[in-house]
């Protein structure tokens, strides 16, 4: 989940959402949704903040690219499967506020989970955790492959894995799981998505349809219907 650092833009505060987004799932149903911050699921352990729903949000043009690229996949019979989609800079918010405390007992097996190899200190300076996500915006989208009808592939690490294993091309990270990451880089390559080297899961779709907003309406489908 990798936020990114640096970026310049506007702060679109407690706005609603734009008319260009839409629900992944009215575009294409067939889609796993296993939305990991609506849930306990995740690295923060609890549900994050503007996850009122466990809802794929998206401009409408990634979402349509999603489809494009599930349409692949099937045939091959393989399906994606959507850990995350637009997140709120609320939720950006909470992950610093979480990186900056402490862990106490209760959160070792999440770091044995999530961050075994570095300390929950580290994760803002290691560039893990910044202040503004790509997410945000509306066509980013944290991915893996599944085989038909729901078996999840081996991709070499889980999802939010904070370690260099992520990394897509990790020269370690061999086999069916490198394989089964050069497929999905591949087919949403082909539909216009660029990879986040860092995170095998990470795509952005280009040409972004808000490339300079991150937005704050919480995820929930009420949002993004007229």
Not at 137 to 145: A, E, I, K, N, P
């Amino acid at each position: 989940m990798t936020a990114v650092a640096g970026l310049v833009g506007v702060l679109a505060g407690g706005a609603a959402a734009p008319p260009g987004f839409t629900a992944l799932r009215e575009v294409d149903p067939s889609i796993r949704q296993d939305m990991r911050y609506a849930g306990g699921r995740n690295f923060t352990g609890a549900v994050v903040d503007g996850y009122e729903e466990p809802e794929c949000l998206l401009a409408r043009p990634a979402a349509e690219a999603l489809r494009r690229a599930q349409r692949v996949l099937l045939r091959r019979g393989y399906s994606l499967r959507v850990y995350d989609c637009y997140r709120p800079q609320r939720a950006v918010d909470r992950f610093v506020r979480w990186a900056r405390e402490e862990d106490g007992p209760e959160d070792l097996a999440r770091k044995a989970e999530f961050y075994p190899r570095v300390e929950r200190g580290r994760l803002i300076a290691d560039g893990y955790i910044a202040e503004r996500s790509g997410h945000s915006r509306g066509s980013t989208v944290d991915v893996t492959l599944e085989e038909l009808p729901g078996r999840e592939v081996d991709m070499g690490t889980a999802f939010d894995f904070f370690d260099p294993l992520s990394h897509t091309d990790d020269p370690r990270v061999t086999g069916a799981a490198r394989a089964n990451r050069q497929v999905l880089k591949r087919v949403l390559g082909a539909q216009g998505f660029v990879n986040l080297p860092e995170e095998w899961w990470h795509f952005t779709y280009k040409p972004e349809a808000y490339p300079d907003t991150y937005f704050d309406f919480p995820v929930a489908v009420a949002e993004v219907r007229p």
